[in-house]
């Protein structure tokens, strides 16, 4: 359970000492990241007079902590099962398409002051607990599973268009209709938008400006959760199934045109019959 403390939620400033020498005591911890929506509103989650578009870390508990993001993703540190579903069902009224099925992603954080800071062995390794080392880890996080979602996504937008490009290669003809296939472009504008206008996935965190000293864990963090490639590689995909959905439309389009051709010459060929009819007898 949430403690009593933090209720209404209070966003924390700075890693609080006794949390953070427990972690570090510790020496390592979990993290997990769970995208619950489309977005989380941050304002009335938080009770505030203001509205306030970063992200919120909270206190769970005297070894763990959280930070919530406004595009749907919340960051765990070293919670514990019942911690992670509070935070998650108090969120939930708060959410924009609330997802039946979480995305989820995992890391575990070494705390190792004598080691240098970085990937190693497929975990994060830092020299102390700050709120800026937790930030750029969850801010990584963070987006590598609203990666994950819509790479789902545009898996399942690719099996509708695959019929598409089957069917103009053996028969010539779409076999769909104008409504299904603007559905798709729709989709796909759609999804750029998410990931444009709420994510900004390439772009770095803000607090990089003054703590410069992060940027080279920042960048071991995006190389190797491969946020650039697969950013790119999602984009060439949204543009791919937009442009195949497009061509078909206008394909579509086309053989409609033709066909009212074809209807105006048969009535205007009825049209020139009748009046033959009419002069003849």
Same mark, same amino acid.
């Given at each position: 359970?949430?403690?009593?403390?933090?209720?209404?939620?209070?966003?924390?400033?700075?890693?609080?000492?006794?949390?953070?020498?427990?972690?570090?005591?510790?020496?390592?911890?979990?993290?997990?990241?769970?995208?619950?929506?489309?977005?989380? =509103?941050?304002?009335?989650?938080? =009770?505030?007079?203001?509205?306030?578009?970063?992200?919120?870390?909270?206190?769970?508990?005297?070894?763990?902590?959280?930070?919530?993001?406004?595009?749907?993703?919340?960051?765990?540190? =070293?919670?514990?099962?019942?911690?992670?579903?509070?935070?998650?069902?108090?969120?939930?009224?708060?959410?924009?398409?609330?997802?039946?099925?979480?995305?989820?992603?995992?890391?575990?954080?070494?705390?190792?002051?004598?080691?240098?800071?970085?990937?190693? /062995?497929?975990?994060?390794?830092?020299?102390?607990?700050?709120?800026?080392?937790?930030?750029?880890?969850? =801010?990584?996080?963070?987006?590598?599973?609203?990666?994950?979602?819509?790479?789902?996504?545009?898996?399942?937008?690719?099996?509708?268009?695959?019929?598409?490009?089957?069917?103009?290669?053996?028969?010539?003809?779409?076999?769909?209709?104008?409504?299904?296939?603007?559905?798709?472009?729709?989709?796909?504008?759609?999804?750029?938008?998410?990931?444009?206008?709420?994510?900004?996935?390439?772009?770095?965190?803000?607090?990089?400006?003054?703590?410069?000293?992060?940027?080279?864990?920042?960048?071991?963090?995006?190389?190797?959760?491969?946020?650039?490639?697969?950013?790119?590689?999602?984009?060439?995909?949204?543009?791919?199934?937009?442009?195949?959905?497009?061509?078909?439309?206008?394909?579509? /389009?086309?053989?409609?045109?033709?066909?009212?051709?074809?209807?105006?010459?048969?009535?205007?060929?009825?049209?020139?019959?009748?009046?033959?009819?009419?002069?003849?007898?």
């Amino acid at each position: 359970m949430l403690p009593e403390e933090i209720s209404p939620l209070q966003h924390l400033n700075a890693i609080p000492q006794e949390l953070a020498q427990s972690l570090s005591k510790q020496g390592a911890c979990e993290v997990n990241a769970v995208l619950i929506g489309n977005d989380i =509103n941050l304002k009335a989650l938080m =009770n505030r007079a203001s509205p306030r578009k970063e992200t919120v870390m909270i206190q769970l508990s005297d070894k763990s902590l959280a930070i919530i993001y406004p595009y749907g993703a919340i960051v765990f540190f =070293n919670a514990t099962t019942s911690a992670t579903v509070e935070l998650i069902t108090r969120c939930q009224k708060f959410v924009t398409q609330l997802f039946t099925t979480p995305e989820t992603e995992q890391f575990t954080v070494l705390i190792q002051p004598d080691q240098p800071e970085g990937i190693v /062995q497929n975990k994060v390794s830092i020299k102390k607990v700050t709120k800026e080392h937790l930030e750029i880890i969850g =801010n990584a996080l963070s987006k590598s599973v609203i990666l994950e979602y819509h790479e789902n996504r545009i898996g399942s937008l690719f099996e509708k268009i695959e019929p598409i490009a089957k069917s103009l290669k053996e028969r010539g003809k779409l076999g769909y209709r104008a409504n299904d296939l603007l559905k798709h472009i729709g989709a796909s504008i759609l999804m750029v938008q998410e990931m444009v206008g709420k994510i900004e996935v390439t772009e770095k965190p803000l607090l990089l400006w003054e703590h410069s000293e992060l940027e080279p864990l920042h960048a071991q963090l995006v190389e190797d959760l491969e946020i650039y490639d697969r950013q790119s590689s999602l984009e060439r995909k949204i543009g791919l199934i937009s442009s195949t959905a497009q061509i078909s439309l206008e394909v579509l /389009q086309q053989h409609h045109s033709h066909r009212l051709e074809l209807y105006i010459l048969i009535l205007i060929a009825i049209e020139i019959v009748l009046q033959l009819y009419i002069h003849i007898f």
